[in-house]
Each structure stands twice: as C-alpha cells, then as structure tokens.
Nanobody, 120 residues
Framework: VQLQASGGGLVQPGGSLRLSCAAS????????MGWYRQAPGKQRELVAA???????NYADSVKGRFTISRDNAKNTGYLQMNSLKPEDTAVYYC???????????????WGQGTLVTVSS
C-alpha cells in the first residue's frame, strides 16, 4: 500500500488549502484515514480523522475551520482547510488503517509529509 499526499503550499492567513491523500495497492478495506501535523519543535498531533462509515474526529484547534472527507471508490481522502492561521504551519501527514494482504490483516501506513506554510 502506498500513499500519495499533495496540496500543501504557502498561503496567507485567512486563506484556504485542500490536501489530498490517495491510497493505492491491494486494499481490502480502508478503515480510517487521518491527517496529522508536526510543527517545528513540536510533537506530531492528530488534526482530523474519518472512518469508513463517515464518522469524523477533529482536533479542537481546527474545529469549524477544517473539514475531512473521503471518496471510498477512489480510496482518497481530503482535508479542506479554511481560515488558516500562522499556527497551522506544519508538515501534514496522511495516515491510514487498512485491511490488506492474504490473509487480510490490519496495517497502518504513513504518507510522505506535505508542507503547509501560513504566512503573510
């Protein structure tokens, strides 16, 4: 299973970005897709996650500004980030819990990070 994340970049405060994470490979079920971020000098933290049934979970710091979604047919997840703040600056990582392999077993994968910089 491979993850391809994209969509990071430089944006001014108050702006928006949309991150994408596409999972490829032999995936029986994509159970949970999540986005984490790590700012310089800080620990990696959960930003948002979405389960296969559509249940979502957000960090308090992004509630009302970020929206996580997924396209199950494409095994792709998205993170729409609005009203961005300088403190949102970080490397954002995609993470998935999938059922894969033979016999099918749960695995956890990380994508490469994508840098989001919020600055004027």
């Amino acid at each position: 299973v491979q993850l391809q994340a994209s969509g990071g970049g430089l944006v001014q405060p108050g702006g928006s970005l949309r991150l994408s994470c596409a999972a490829s490979g032999s995936i029986f079920s994509l159970v949970v897709m999540g986005w984490y971020r790590q700012a310089p000098g800080k620990q990696r933290e959960l930003v948002a996650a979405i389960a296969s049934g559509g249940n979502t979970n957000y960090a308090d710091s992004v509630k009302g500004r970020f929206t996580i979604s997924r396209d199950n047919a494409k095994n792709t997840g998205y993170l729409q980030m609005n009203s961005l703040k300088p403190e949102d600056t970080a490397v954002y990582y995609c993470n998935v819990h999938v059922i894969t392999g033979n016999p099918p077993m749960p695995y956890n994968y990380w994508g490469q990070g994508t840098l989001v910089t919020v600055s004027s």
